[in-house]
């Protein structure tokens, strides 16, 4: 008996600490996707989860068995296993990548409780987004492709000044505090799980800029994993070489403090990997179309991608740098890692028939 391959759902996990450009990440995603996700009609207001056609993206805070009153009265904080129900996590997605719907429950982040839950639908690319994707092994392993954002502690600060101080008022003190307070539990349950991540993208302070204490010029890295099945490493100008360019002059206006790529093959925790990293920022995006031609396997489907995605988001925070410009390729890799899984799913039955 010949059955139908049933539509299976591809999973993809995106881990980072809060405030560190996960909705951001998720906007050019689901744009690479063609469509903006929208929350679930009639539903809860409140509900974290964002749906378009291609891609459904739940916020793993909904999984919190702590809400704000019980983290508070135990002492722990949302980052604390304790604090999630990792049981729950893991038999839900793994229900919905066999194609089985699910209640999920929603934390509500303004009243700081569990409302009721919302039925979510197998979609064809679930993207599971929050503190702990890659935390426990059981989800960890129904992850078909991982990424880490990984903000240096001095590019958190900043961005959370911006945040905080800008927009909600917080004093420099208060927000320094609040960050040292998450540092343990950070350290302990949320950074270990980069070196799971088939992908990590790292933002650092520039070296262009000698003691720069701003934050506002960036040092990316992209990290990407070698032998990874269905995603093959971006690189610059020769596979596993070593390359520094400087790629400003007549074709690239850059003013201070330039912009510096390096690519070099690398090693990360055990595993080896590909590094493409960009310093610096750009003056003009739609010359980016210039660096776009010297990386090669970016995953696109026309000349110009690249740059028409950059373009199209240009008011995104990051687009003008390495965190846009690595976003979005790491967006162009995961729909080639679907397209790759769903035509490798449909031609099995045949394979299988034959032998
Ligand atoms: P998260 O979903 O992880 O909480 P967001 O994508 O909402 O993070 O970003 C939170 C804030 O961090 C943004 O409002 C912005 O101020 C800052 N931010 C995020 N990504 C960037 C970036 N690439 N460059 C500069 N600031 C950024
Ligand atoms: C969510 C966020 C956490 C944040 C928490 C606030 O769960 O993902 O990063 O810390 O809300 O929790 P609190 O106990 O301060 O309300």
Redo the contacts with the bound molecule.
Sequence with gaps: IITCAAQQTVVIGLA?D???????FMRRLTSVFGGAAEPPKGGNPDSNTLISDMTTVICLDDYHSLDRTGRKEKGVTALDPRANDFDLMYEQVKALKSGIAVEKPIYNHVTGLLDAPELIQPPKILVIEGLHPMFDERVRDLLDFSIYLDISNEVKFA?KI??DMAERGHSLESIKASIEARKPDFDAFIDPQKQYADAVIEVLPTQLIPDDNEGKVLRVRLIMKEGVKYFSPVYLFDEGSTISWIPCGRKLTCSYPGINFNYQPDSYFDNEVSVVEMDGQFDRLDELIYVESHLSNLSTKFYGEVTQQMLKHADF??SNNG??LFQTIVGLKIRDLYEQLIANKATAPSEAAKA
């Design positions: 980072a809060s405030g560190c450009g996960k909705s951001t961005w911006q945040r925070p990051g965190t846009g």
